[in-house]
């Protein structure tokens, strides 16, 4: 048997044969050494083998080369096959089955491997071919049997299946439904129940997928209301105490009076009467003593009278501001009472603190700025822009604009519409991506990249950005998160959170969904602050609004306009475009930048001398009419002024108010107003002045191309969190928005399930494909009903079935 084997040049012939190059079947091998048309032995016949003779297998270690095999000519082996045209033996591969073939004389085939009876020959040979599963199945093991050899078929026992080509047997999950000689495992109580349990987990996700959610909320909630509970039992209590101090001075100052007076008294009655010498002393000292005792401990005695009261006294009375009582170290972590308690402890200090702010006399505001310039953490941003000009194309949409941004200041941007207000927000910002830009933007007096502090900018633009389906607390914890320092503790961030909904007046719709178009949320107004609130919570040192009072009442713009001051206060540089604010929402800003059409600078600088300045062109406010629109509409052309000045040079008196250089494309409008260029040099000319400007556009040029072409590097000095914990925070947003969907969601899984029992009934599962055929009408049934609906589901099932 071992010389009618096949060498690995015979193997390597049989598998080059089966498949020309077109990658097509071949019917028969290619011809041979041993099988051709001038030689063809009994070999070549399928179930055929023969023998390379008596002495060694002629391999060439060179070439290899198939060896002669003429003689020995005989069966095939069980367990090998042997292919027409091949005069060796090829092992079968596990799980098949390759017995000795029978010869069927009524039909003159050898079953089961139908081919015909050999001539000149008494019986049939052995196996002649194998293939993959595609093209025949006869020769694997059949199902209900396993094969552990090629040459052995046994039938599967009791609590086994056995699949088609097995060469073990597989146990059953249940016993009692696989008898003798099983082919498949029966699944369809495995489906039934599976199919059950996710129908119970639906509906359990359908009625109370809400209250995965509200349970924490509500345990959150009831510890925020205790930690506001005892926040204000604590400022109470100061308040309590701080009178009894006031009340105890006083008290101590009568008494020392009394005590100075009732001394003199006993000293003329000393003198007057000798016998009292050793009384009067000893009382008079121990009244002095006991005062003296009171006057220097109480006011200690006072602050540590209630010693649970948490809230800190200074000598003089008030709450001593920067840091509080560190967090508890070690390892037991703060509860959320604890850190609400902290966060909403130090908002009552800063109410208190505003009050006590509001009849200072100028020391006491002196005083004031510099604690609070010492309490400031946040980097300070002072911009500049000097002859920034914007184009899109041939048009310009800013002018020759100059001006700057301060810190610790709000500034509203006004003007009549097309001026570029919003186009201005964006140049200042950095967002100039498709524009062209000539002139500078200086930040802290140097030539920065703005988007180099991209990390410690907000911008809130016009049309809200907020998530309708999460509720206003969780949108402002999602921008804190991921947009507030690395190095935060939990306590800042929670602090910096209740702050930002306390100033904004949102405690009332803190645990309120947003809304979307289909679910009503909040109102408007409350949405917009909520947009507000998401740049807020970051702790930006630049903050640009682009109409963030459109849409909002009077109070509500109001008390928007207060957080943002409350942020100025933080050393904050606030800027805003505003539309029609009222005169006291108007008075509320520091400074006013005032754009004329086409994108020219008509004011900037102090609210408070904007009237002073028009004044002096002859332009002046009617009574009972608002400063700014008044203003507004003279650069519409709504209202001409009385002086007869003209609306489109007053772009050109600011800039020779303020020294600026004027434009060459508007001397023609300089000439008109009968001005002379004085601001740009003396009467000896322009020439020596050349060079040093062509150097200096030069080296602007070149900075702006450089800020453009590079990558700005980071100047922010802030170390956001990484993408790994960025990653975690957007995994823990997608998962609440899906829980408030998990009804929509339980619906279509409940309406896939049933399509796929549908789809499963029809399929073949007791084949041996395992219904793979019809896999591609549940894809192209799940995919159309996604997008399609019931209706091409229906059409699709009904296709199957046909």
Same mark, same amino acid.
């Given at each position: 048997?071992?010389?009618?084997?096949?060498?690995?040049?015979?193997?390597?012939?049989?598998?080059?044969?089966?498949?020309?190059?077109?990658?097509?079947?071949?019917?028969?091998?290619? *011809?041979?050494?041993?099988?051709?048309?001038?030689?063809?032995?009994?070999?070549?016949?399928?179930? #055929?083998?023969?023998?390379?003779?008596?002495?060694?297998?002629?391999?060439?270690? %060179?070439?290899?080369?198939?060896? =002669?095999?003429?003689?020995?000519?005989?069966?095939?082996?069980?367990?090998?096959?042997? =292919?027409?045209?091949?005069?060796?033996?090829?092992?079968?591969?596990?799980?098949s089955y390759c017995p000795r073939a029978t010869a069927n004389f009524?039909?003159?085939?050898?079953?089961?491997?139908?081919?015909?009876? &050999?001539?000149? &020959?008494?019986?049939?040979?052995?196996?002649? &071919?194998?293939?993959?599963?595609?093209?025949?199945?006869?020769?694997?093991?059949?199902?209900?049997?396993?094969?552990?050899?090629?040459?052995?078929?046994?039938?599967? &026992? +009791?609590?086994?299946?056995?699949?088609?080509?097995?060469?073990?047997?597989?146990?059953?999950?249940?016993?009692?439904?696989?008898?003798?000689?099983?082919?498949?495992?029966?699944?369809?109580?495995?489906?039934?129940?599976?199919?059950?349990?996710?129908?119970?987990?639906?509906?359990?996700?359908?009625?109370?997928?809400?209250?995965?959610?509200?349970?924490?909320?509500?345990?959150?909630?009831?510890?925020?209301?205790?930690?506001?509970?005892?926040?204000? /039992?604590?400022?109470?209590?100061?308040?309590? #105490?701080?009178?009894?101090?006031?009340?105890?001075?006083?008290?101590?100052?009568?008494?020392?009076?009394?005590?100075?007076?009732?001394?003199?008294?006993?000293?003329?009655?000393?003198?007057?009467?000798?016998?009292?010498?050793?009384?009067?002393?000893?009382?008079?000292?121990?009244?002095?003593?006991?005062?003296?005792?009171?006057?220097?401990?109480?006011?200690?005695?006072?602050?540590?009278?209630?010693?649970?009261?948490?809230?800190?006294?200074?000598?003089?009375?008030?709450?001593?501001?920067?840091?509080?009582?560190?967090?508890?170290?070690?390892?037991?972590?703060?509860?959320?009472? /604890?850190?609400?308690?902290?966060?909403?402890?130090?908002?009552?200090?800063?109410?208190?603190?505003?009050?006590?702010?509001?009849?200072?006399?100028?020391?006491?505001?002196?005083?004031?700025?510099?604690?609070?310039?010492?309490?400031?953490?946040?980097?300070?941003?002072?911009?500049?822009?000097?002859?920034?000009?914007?184009?899109?194309?041939?048009?310009?949409?800013?002018?020759?604009? %100059?001006?700057?941004? #301060?810190?610790?200041?709000?500034?509203?941007?006004?003007?009549?519409?097309?001026?570029?207000?919003?186009?201005?927000?964006?140049?200042?910002?950095?967002?100039?991506?498709?524009?062209?830009?000539?002139?500078?933007?200086?930040?802290?007096?140097?030539?920065?990249?703005?988007?180099?502090?991209?990390?410690?900018?907000?911008?809130?633009?016009?049309?809200?950005?907020?998530?309708?389906?999460?509720?206003?607390?969780?949108?402002?914890?999602?921008?804190?998160?991921?947009?507030?320092?690395? *190095?935060?503790? +939990?306590?800042?961030?929670?602090?910096?959170? @209740?702050?930002?909904?306390?100033?904004?007046?949102?405690?009332?719709?803190?645990?309120?969904?947003?809304?979307?178009?289909?679910?009503?949320?909040?109102?408007?107004?409350?949405?917009?602050?909520?947009?507000?609130?998401?740049?807020?919570?970051?702790?930006?040192?630049?903050?640009?609004?682009?109409?963030?009072?459109?849409?909002?009442?009077?109070?509500?713009?109001?008390?928007?306009?207060?957080?943002?001051?409350?942020?100025?206060?933080?050393?904050?540089?606030?800027?805003?475009?505003?539309?029609?604010?009222?005169?006291?929402?108007?008075?509320?800003?520091?400074?006013?930048?005032?754009?004329?059409?086409?994108?020219?600078?008509?004011?900037?600088? =102090?609210?408070?001398?904007?009237?002073?300045?028009?004044?002096?062109?002859?332009?002046?406010?009617?009574?009972?009419?608002? =400063?700014?629109? +008044?203003?507004?509409?003279?650069?519409?052309?709504?209202?001409?002024? @009385?002086?007869?000045?003209?609306?489109?040079?007053?772009?050109?008196?600011?800039?020779?108010?303020?020294?600026?250089?004027?434009?060459?494309?508007?001397?023609?409008?300089?000439?008109?107003?009968?001005?002379?260029?004085?601001?740009?040099?003396?009467?000896?000319?322009?020439?020596?002045?050349?060079?040093?400007?062509?150097?200096?556009?030069?080296?602007?040029?070149?900075?702006?191309?450089?800020?453009?072409?590079?990558?700005?590097?980071?100047?922010?000095?802030?170390?956001?969190?990484?993408?790994?914990?960025?990653?975690?925070?957007?995994?823990?947003?997608?998962?609440?928005?899906?829980?408030?969907?998990?009804?929509?969601?339980?619906?279509?899984?409940?309406?896939?399930?049933?399509?796929?029992?549908?789809?499963?009934?029809?399929?073949?599962?007791?084949?041996?494909?395992?219904?793979?055929?019809?896999?591609?009408?549940?894809?192209?049934?799940?995919?159309?009903?996604?997008?399609?609906?019931?209706?091409?589901?229906t059409l699709i099932s009904i296709i199957r079935v046909t």
């Amino acid at each position: 048997m071992a010389r009618r084997l096949c060498t690995p040049k015979e193997v390597e012939f049989y598998f080059q044969s089966l498949y020309d190059k077109k990658g097509e079947k071949n019917l028969y091998l290619h *011809t041979n050494i041993n099988c051709n048309r001038s030689s063809w032995v009994q070999g070549c016949e399928p179930g #055929w083998a023969c023998s390379v003779g008596s002495g060694p297998v002629p391999i060439d270690g %060179n070439k290899e080369k198939i060896p =002669p095999r003429t003689s020995t000519c005989r069966r095939c082996c069980e367990g090998f096959f042997c =292919p027409r045209g091949l005069t060796c033996m090829l092992p079968c591969p596990l799980g098949s089955y390759c017995p000795r073939a029978t010869a069927n004389f009524t039909t003159g085939l050898c079953d089961p491997y139908k081919y015909q009876i &050999t001539p000149n &020959t008494t019986g049939c040979g052995g196996a002649d &071919t194998w293939a993959d599963f595609g093209t025949t199945e006869d020769m694997f093991c059949p199902a209900g049997y396993y094969c552990p050899t090629p040459t052995k078929k046994r039938p599967c &026992t +009791h609590g086994h299946y056995c699949r088609l080509g097995s060469t073990t047997e597989e146990k059953c999950i249940i016993k009692r439904f696989c008898d003798d000689n099983t082919k498949n495992e029966s699944t369809a109580i495995l489906g039934a129940c599976l199919v059950g349990g996710l129908f119970v987990l639906l509906v359990i996700i359908y009625n109370c997928s809400g209250q995965f959610l509200t349970i924490r909320e509500k345990r959150k909630a009831r510890s925020r209301e205790n930690a506001i509970q005892l926040a204000r /039992q604590q400022i109470k209590a100061h308040e309590g #105490w701080k009178a009894a101090k006031q009340l105890a001075r006083k008290h101590v100052s009568g008494m020392q009076s009394h005590i100075s007076r009732t001394f003199s008294r006993s000293r003329r009655s000393f003198r007057q009467q000798p016998d009292g010498l050793q009384e009067a002393p000893l009382f008079m000292g121990q009244e002095l003593s006991d005062s003296a005792a009171f006057s220097a401990g109480g006011t200690h005695e006072i602050s540590e009278v209630n010693p649970s009261v948490a809230v800190d006294l200074s000598s003089d009375g008030g709450i001593v501001a920067g840091k509080d009582r560190a967090a508890p170290k070690g390892k037991h972590r703060s509860t959320n009472t /604890q850190i609400f308690k902290y966060a909403y402890g130090e908002i009552e200090k800063e109410k208190v603190r505003q009050e006590e702010n509001k009849n200072l006399t100028f020391t006491g505001v002196v005083a004031m700025v510099t604690e609070q310039q010492r309490e400031i953490t946040r980097p300070l941003l002072k911009v500049e822009f000097k002859h920034l000009t914007l184009s899109l194309g041939k048009k310009k949409l800013l002018r020759s604009i %100059n001006g700057e941004l #301060w810190p610790g200041r709000v500034t509203a941007v006004m003007g009549p519409s097309g001026a570029g207000k919003t186009t201005f927000l964006n140049a200042v910002t950095g967002k100039v991506a498709g524009y062209k830009v000539s002139g500078s933007v200086l930040v802290n007096g140097r030539h920065d990249n703005i988007r180099s502090y991209k990390k410690i900018i907000g911008f809130v633009p016009q049309d809200d950005v907020v998530h309708g389906n999460l509720t206003v607390e969780e949108n402002l914890w999602f921008s804190a998160k991921c947009r507030l320092s690395a *190095t935060a503790s +939990h306590r800042h961030k929670v602090l910096t959170v @209740e702050r930002v909904i306390d100033s904004l007046d949102l405690q009332g719709v803190r645990s309120s969904l947003v809304g979307t178009v289909e679910k009503r949320g909040i109102s408007g107004g409350q949405r917009k602050r909520v947009n507000v609130g998401i740049e807020m919570v970051m702790e930006p040192s630049l903050l640009i609004l682009d109409e963030p009072t459109s849409g909002l009442d009077s109070s509500s713009s109001q008390l928007l306009l207060r957080a943002l001051r409350h942020e100025a206060l933080e050393g904050v540089n606030v800027c805003a475009v505003v539309h029609q604010p009222s005169y006291t929402l108007y008075n509320m800003f520091d400074d006013l930048i005032l754009l004329a059409k086409g994108g020219f600078i008509v004011y900037n600088g =102090p609210v408070k001398t904007v009237e002073d300045h028009f004044r002096t062109l002859g332009i002046h406010v009617p009574e009972r009419v608002n =400063p700014p629109d +008044h203003y507004i509409d003279i650069l519409e052309g709504i209202v001409k002024p @009385e002086s007869g000045i003209n609306a489109k040079h007053l772009p050109l008196h600011w800039m020779l108010c303020n020294g600026y250089e004027v434009p060459n494309d508007m001397q023609d409008e300089l000439k008109a107003m009968g001005e002379q260029r004085t601001y740009i040099g003396s009467s000896h000319g322009s020439t020596p002045h050349c060079l040093p400007q062509v150097r200096h556009a030069f080296a602007v040029e070149r900075d702006r191309i450089e800020q453009h072409l590079s990558k700005p590097k980071d100047l922010s000095s802030r170390r956001t969190p990484g993408v790994i914990s960025q990653y975690k925070y957007y995994l823990g947003r997608v998962t609440k928005q899906r829980l408030r969907e998990a009804r929509l969601l339980s619906v279509d899984f409940l309406i896939l399930g049933l399509a796929g029992i549908c789809l499963g009934t029809i399929a073949k599962l007791s084949d041996p494909t395992f219904g793979m055929p019809g896999y591609i009408y549940t894809i192209i049934a799940v995919c159309k009903f996604k997008h399609s609906g019931y209706t091409v589901f229906t059409l699709i099932s009904i296709i199957r079935v046909t």
